[in-house]
């Protein structure tokens, strides 16, 4: 079973390298796929998409924080959605 999600983002720098995913709600082998930023990289503000690929549906909490080249950090965010 898979849900797509996607997210905001806004990056000064146009610097954006990786998307860090942690579980907060959900079965444990729920797996979150992170999504190609290359389509992204060089974008001041935009959007993109990421996969998770589940077991059993499930409602779902992940955080995710996105990091650039210098290791910046941003706020997290959470995003929730129901795998099907």
Do not use: H, K, W, Y
């Not at 499930?58 to 990091?67: A, S, T, Y």
């Amino acid at each position: 079973m898979e849900a797509e999600g996607s997210t905001r983002f806004r990056d000064p720098n146009a610097d954006l390298v990786r998307a860090e995913f942690t579980r907060v709600e959900g079965d444990p082998t729920t797996i979150p796929t992170s999504p190609d930023l290359s389509i992204v990289q060089g974008s001041t503000r935009g959007s993109f998409r990421f996969t998770v690929v589940a077991t059993q549906a499930q409602n779902m909490v992940l955080r995710l924080v996105l990091v650039d080249s210098a290791g910046l950090r941003s706020d997290p965010m959470e995003c929730t959605f129901r795998v099907e």
